[in-house]
């Protein structure tokens, strides 16, 4: 059964520091995708970046960066010099063709907190 | 601007009344989805649909119906037979429903009470 796991329920950084949010996986397919999503208090769900199963590099977006390590099947997010506006709930997704849904699985969240 | 609108941000229901959440996009996305997310949980899949007068459910669809009659719409009623209807509603779309690579764009959220 797929299934995402985010262990960290909630985190603190410093602003400017950089801080990792922590995300695993489980999947018995080869081929599948892994978004990072982040939620503000307002409530609406904005994409943040994405890793294929079968990219080499680590994607990066900005100050976001994707620590891929598919042997460990992790997928953490890196958010580098934290900004006040970082304060949210951050999700980890997958995306894998079983059967043919593609459907996209939530882990329960990080909820972030930026410290001035 | 380009992107999905839900209405309303927040809706008050009584108890077994039927009520019908809307989401609309003009993203032309071919597939999209409906999720519920309670207090400290991820999002929970209701219904996709992946493609015009074509639907799924997903792993929470008891107490939900859908319909999909037009490319840009994608209404969920939650029905009296939902048994803890409170929650977040979180509409998304994407452009390809058969693609690992595109990211679902969501809409701003309807929050739900029935009491």
């Known amino acids: 059964a797929q299934k995402i796991t985010q262990t960290q329920p909630g985190m603190f950084v410093q602003e400017k520091e950089a801080v990792t949010l922590d995300c695993t996986y489980d999947?018995?397919?080869?081929?599948?995708?892994l978004f990072w999503y982040k939620q503000p208090s307002s409530g609406e769900m904005i994409f943040l970046i994405y890793?294929?199963?079968?990219?080499?590099q680590n994607a990066t977006e900005g100050r976001y960066s994707l620590n891929f390590q598919k042997a460990r099947k992790s997928a953490n997010l890196v958010i580098s010099a934290s900004q006040l506006g970082d304060s949210a709930m951050y999700f980890c997704a997958m995306r894998d063709p079983r059967g043919s849904n593609y459907k996209l699985t939530f882990g329960k969240g990080t909820l972030l907190t930026v410290n001035p | 601007d380009g992107g999905i609108t839900q209405s309303p941000k927040y809706l008050f229901r009584k108890e077994g009344q039927n009520v019908t959440l809307s989401c609309e996009q003009n993203l032309n996305h071919d597939a999209m989805y409906w999720y519920r997310q309670d207090p400290g949980q991820g999002l929970r899949l209701i219904y996709y649909?992946?493609?015009?007068?074509?639907?799924q459910k997903g792993d929470i669809a008891e107490g939900y119906s859908v319909s999909r009659e037009k490319k840009e719409s994608f209404p969920l009623t939650v029905t009296s037979a939902q048994k803890n209807p409170t929650a977040f509603y979180l509409c998304?779309?994407?452009?390809?429903?058969?693609?690992?690579?595109?990211?679902?764009?969501f809409g701003p959220g309807t929050r739900l009470t029935v009491t």
């Open positions: 998304a779309s994407s452009m390809r429903p058969t693609a690992l690579t595109y990211e679902q764009y």
């Open positions: 890793q294929g199963s079968y990219d080499e």
């Open positions: 999947t018995s397919d080869q081929s599948y995708g």
């Open positions: 649909s992946q493609i015009v007068n074509d639907f």
